[in-house]
Nanobody
Framework: QVQLVESGGGLVQAGGSLRLSCAAY????????MGWFRQPPGKEREFAAA??????RYAESVKGRFTISRDDAKNMVYLQMNSLKPEDTAIYFC???????????????????WGQGTQVTVSS
């Protein structure tokens, strides 16, 4: 069993930056594909970014602005978000997929564990 706890959300002006953190407890996450998803107000949850070992994948909407990284020694995953836009406003979720592949990392159904989420609000 893996527990995931997100932090780092908040209110930021458009053009600003935030760094989200995801702390994993219970098992080492080195063999997990880790993903970040988001759910904008009134919309479905959508994929943002994923990382397996040092390989990454991004949604087109965040490519070039967001960077996912991991520190397996600390059992942590991060999402650095730059040049934020109002449309980035959402609840951001961390997720873990045991032995998952980047090829399927855009599918939320592939993930075994989810955090509770952290709110990111970008004002215009």
């Amino acid at each position: 069993q893996v527990q995931l706890v997100e932090s780092g959300g908040g209110l930021v002006q458009a053009g600003g930056s935030l760094r989200l953190s995801c702390a994993a407890y219970g098992r080492t996450i080195s063999t997990y594909t880790m993903g970040w998803f988001r759910q904008p107000p009134g919309k479905e949850r959508e994929f943002a970014a994923a990382i397996k070992w040092s390989n990454t994948r991004y949604a087109e909407s965040v490519k070039g602005r967001f960077t996912i990284s991991r520190d397996d020694a600390k059992n942590m995953v991060y999402l650095q978000m730059n040049s934020l836009k109002p449309e980035d406003t959402a609840i951001y979720f961390c997720a873990a997929d045991y032995l998952g592949s980047l090829a399927t990392s855009m599918k939320g159904s592939e993930y075994d564990y989810w955090g509770q989420g952290t709110q990111v609000t970008v004002s215009s």
